[in-house]
Structures are given as structure tokens and as C-alpha cells.
């Protein structure tokens, strides 16, 4: 039987990609392995979102192409979005690659492996309640991918020249995947997009996102239901009503990107600090136990030192709840491409460093307010250091991206199914709390 190694590069959307592939090679036969060493096919589904990213994806082809020529008979094949983005000049810098596949064809991913020519899709795949999909995430929780592509023109950004435009999944298959799940035992179902927030907008779906999860809620055995990727000029009065429901995590995924008007308009995006710290007014007014995380981009060109003064402003007054930071990567073929690269590397580097520095202690002074109050946190099972202590999340915390909850003391076995168990906080630290079961 041959057996197959799949490593996976990038985002959450990269992983549903991957489990689908998983599933349709599992259903023709192959078996898995989790060490490349011990395999005779290496797939790597790559990301070339940022020159980071796509730096990463090089390395592990190198990697694999030296396992490769170690051992006569074991084939390399790359796969994602670095090739539908640079496929030529993958193809001519790593000559030794046995196949590439691009975003196009991840379900016929059993016949590249098999040597098998077959015409390339027109468009990016994008799977369906019908296909294999092999989860791999914990028990308890699961991604579920409601579109592929995005319609949005942000200067900085290459996924539209990756994806192509948007396109919603039929929300009957969106549900009978969420009933499946659910009906596995998941507890936690995590919507992904590269925007959530657009869901139905192609298909002039006038209830959206809104309608769609209003449907999902209604899942027997979901604890919550989390949005993930949204718009900040897309949280409508229907989206914020339906997350009133106790099945929708109070939890808002916002990319704001930055503050300054100037640069938010030279990005294409349409809301500056001013407007932000507005609608995050509106959301803890009609959700006051909110959370809310960003995602912000130094170091974009024209950012000089009172364009990132007022960064961080904008970050002390917002008190995001968890925030992440990219450094610029200028992109061939976006639009912000021709504006030039004005902003040293270093430079980027110490700005990036100094909104997480100050994020850190925003972050530690918000969590130490839920110290003896006792939450439902999500159990994912023993902890990796001490298998007595179990590791799980409360409805505020994303999966892969936030801090977890440490439950010290727990009744339950720790090799106990995953489940939702009700936890008294005793402590908390700059991004993760602890507590135990509560009495």
C-alpha cells in the first residue's frame, strides 16, 4: 500500500483543502504517515499568501527533494496556492518535483498521484457535502468552509489573483455538512471564507450570513457555532442579532488592517480608525461579551512615524481582545505592487514587535477581569506537558489563533471524550487562563 505523507502550509481554508484531499485518497486506497522519512509520496499543499509563506513552502520542497533523492521511488508533488500563483517558476527551480497541482483540481488528487493527464478545471475547486473529507482536527471541533474566492480588490492582497472571485456554497450543502458533523460528535463548527461576512452576496441571498447561521443553530448536540474572516464594513444589525443566540460564540474575527485614512484608502479598504472604534462601540453595545480580534499591516507603504503613532493609538483605544500583526510583503501583481517597498525590513520588524508588545498587556489586563467567574470551555483533551491537566476553550477563544483554558483538577479522565465542562477561572496569564471544574 503506498503510503503518503500530507503536510499542510498556511491558513484554515488550506486545511479543508488538505482533509478533502485526505479523504479522496483515503477512499482510493492509500494510507498516511506522519513522518516524511517513512513515506513514498510527500504532498505539500503550500500557501503563497506572503514572501513568508512562500519561503516556507520552499524550504519544504528542498526538504522533501532531498528525502527524495535518498530514496529511489519516492515522489514529491506540490500543491496549493504557491503553484496556481508561481507554477513556472516553481517547475524551474525545482526540476525534481514529480507533479504540481494548483487550487484547481484538489479532488482528482488520487489521479495525479497515479501519473494520470487529465485537463485542468477553469475554476478554483471548492468541495461540497458530497466529497471525502478526512477531519483532522479534535474531536470536539471542525472547520467548515462556506465559499471560495474573494470579490474584494484589497491593494495589498494576492488571494483574488489566487482564488478568483467569490463563490458561495449552497446553503443546503453547507447545512447537511454541519448536521454530519455534529452528528460525529462535533460540538464547535468554526465558518471559514476568505469573508464570511459576503456569504450569499453573489447569489443575491438577501438574508446572508445572518439567514445561513440562523439555520446552522438549529443543529441538535452544537454547543456554538464561531464566524471566522470578516469584513469590518460588512457586521450588519441581522448579523449582530442572530449572534445574540447562545449557539453563536460572541466572537467577531474583524481585519481592520490599519487606522490611518490615507493608507486605508491606498488599501482599498473602506473603514479608517475613526469609523473602527464606532462600530466596535456598536458590537459591545449589542453584545457586551464580545470578543474581537484583528489583524493589522505594518509597514504598508507611506506608513512613516505619525501614521504609525496613530496605530497605535488606535490599537490602546480599540482593546482588541486578541490581535495579530503582519509585516508588509509587497506582492507582484496586486495593486499596491507599483507603490514601491518604502519601509526597511528591520524597521517593520520593531513596529510589528511594538503593537504586540502593547497588545500583550492589553490582553493580560482583559483576562485577569474573568478570575472567579466560572465559563463553559470546550474540551480538546490532555495537555501536551502534563497529561493530568486538560486543555480546552471558552466560546471567546478561536481554535489555532487565541490563548486556551488550563483546567487543573479535572474529575474526568484525560483520555475521556472531548465535551463541554463548566470551569471556575483561578488565574490568568498575558493570553491564556486556568481554572478548575467548577463546584
Not at 462535533?186 to 445561513?212: C, F, H, M, P
Not at 497529561?387 to 475521556?416: C, K, M, N
Amino acid at each position: 500500500m503506498t503510503k503518503i505523507a500530507l503536510i499542510t502550509f498556511g491558513c484554515a481554508k488550506n486545511l479543508v483543502d488538505s482533509e478533502v484531499m485526505a479523504g479522496c485518497l483515503a477512499q482510493a486506497g492509500y494510507a498516511f504517515v506522519d513522518r516524511p522519512e517513512a513515506a513514498d509520496v510527500i504532498l505539500l499543499n503550500t500557501c503563497g499568501f506572503l514572501r513568508a509563506s512562500k519561503d516556507e513552502a520552499d524550504a519544504a520542497i528542498l526538504n522533501a527533494l532531498a528525502l527524495k533523492h535518498r530514496r529511489p521511488g519516492r515522489r514529491v508533488i506540490v500543491a496549493g496556492c504557491y503553484v496556481e500563483r508561481n507554477r513556472p517558476e516553481l517547475e524551474a527551480r525545482h526540476p525534481d518535483v514529480d507533479a504540481w497541482i494548483g487550487v484547481r483540481d484538489f479532488d482528482r488528487i488520487a489521479e495525479v498521484i497515479e501519473g494520470r493527464a487529465f485537463r485542468a478545471s477553469g475554476r478554483t475547486f471548492l468541495y461540497d457535502d458530497a466529497s471525502p473529507r478526512a477531519v483532522s482536527t479534535p474531536a470536539s471541533w471542525a472547520y467548515l468552509k462556506i465559499s471560495e474566492g474573494c470579490s474584494h480588490r484589497c491593494a495589498f492582497c494576492a488571494i483574488p489573483l489566487i482564488k478568483g472571485p467569490y463563490r458561495s456554497r449552497p446553503a443546503a450543502s453547507i447545512l447537511r455538512e454541519a448536521g454530519a458533523l455534529v452528528g460525529r460528535g462535533v460540538l464547535e463548527l468554526d465558518l471559514i471564507s476568505q469573508d464570511t461576512t459576503y456569504y450569499g452576496k453573489d447569489r443575491n441571498r438577501s438574508s446572508g450570513l445572518a439567514g445561513l447561521v440562523r439555520k446552522i443553530v438549529e443543529c441538535p448536540g452544537l454547543a456554538w457555532v464561531r464566524i471566522l474572516y470578516g469584513y469590518p464594513d460588512e457586521i450588519t444589525d441581522a448579523l449582530l442579532d442572530v449572534m445574540r443566540d447562545p449557539k453563536v460564540a460572541p466572537y467577531l474575527d474583524i481585519p481592520f488592517q490599519h487606522s490611518d485614512p490615507v493608507l486605508v484608502r491606498r488599501m482599498s479598504r473602506a473603514m479608517p480608525g475613526r469609523r473602527a472604534l464606532k462600530l466596535l462601540e456598536k458590537i459591545r453595545k449589542a453584545l457586551p461579551e464580545a470578543a474581537i480580534r484583528t489583524s493589522l499591516i505594518v509597514g504598508f507603504p507611506g506608513e512613516g512615524r505619525r501614521e504609525f503613532a496613530g496605530l497605535r493609538e488606535f490599537v490602546q483605544e480599540a482593546a482588541f481582545d486578541h490581535l495579530g500583526v503582519f509585516t508588509y510583503s509587497r506582492e507582484e501583481g496586486t495593486p499596491a505592487y507599483g507603490f514601491g517597498d518604502s519601509v526597511p525590513e528591520a524597521e517593520k520588524r520593531l513596529r510589528r514587535d511594538e503593537i504586540l508588545e502593547m497588545q500583550a498587556a492589553i490582553s493580560a489586563r482583559k483576562l485577569r477581569a474573568w478570575k472567579g467567574r466560572k465559563i463553559d470551555v470546550l474540551v480538546e483533551g490532555p495537555g501536551e506537558d502534563d497529561p493530568g491537566v486538560l486543555v480546552g476553550r471558552s466560546s471567546r477563544q478561536a481554535p489555532e489563533v487565541d490563548g486556551v483554558v488550563f483546567i487543573d483538577g479535572a474529575t474526568r479522565r484525560p483520555d475521556a471524550k472531548p465535551g463541554l465542562l463548566k470551569v471556575e477561572i483561578t488565574s490568568a496569564g498575558v493570553y491564556d487562563l486556568r481554572g478548575k471544574p467548577a463546584s
